[in-house]
């Protein structure tokens, strides 16, 4: 298993964004963790299985909130699993 972290609040990250997305709900931060594994179980021609799994997490900036200063922050998150298909 191969693990990979990513991370827009680390010194060397950020997020860009096009126009509209920063007008209507900024990405403010993200983060993401991705494992790639390769199973034991092959496919029907001999590859072995591939999948991917990860999680991912964006906060996303609204409107001004109304019980305090700042914008409201709203995580939106994501979780997946691929698998690679074989080769034809």
Request: charged share 20%; net charge neutral.
């Amino acid at each position: 298993m191969t693990q990979l972290k990513v991370d827009s609040a680390l010194a060397s990250g950020g997020v860009n964004n096009i126009p509209f997305i920063t007008r209507q709900a900024n990405a403010a931060e993200v983060s993401a963790i991705f494992w790639i594994y390769e199973l034991k179980e092959k496919h029907p021609n001999g590859e072995p299985k591939m999948l991917l799994q990860y999680t991912q997490t964006v906060l996303l900036e609204f409107f001004e909130s109304p019980t305090g200063p700042g914008l409201i922050k709203w995580p939106h998150v994501s979780i997946n699993t691929l698998e690679k298909q074989p080769s034809k």
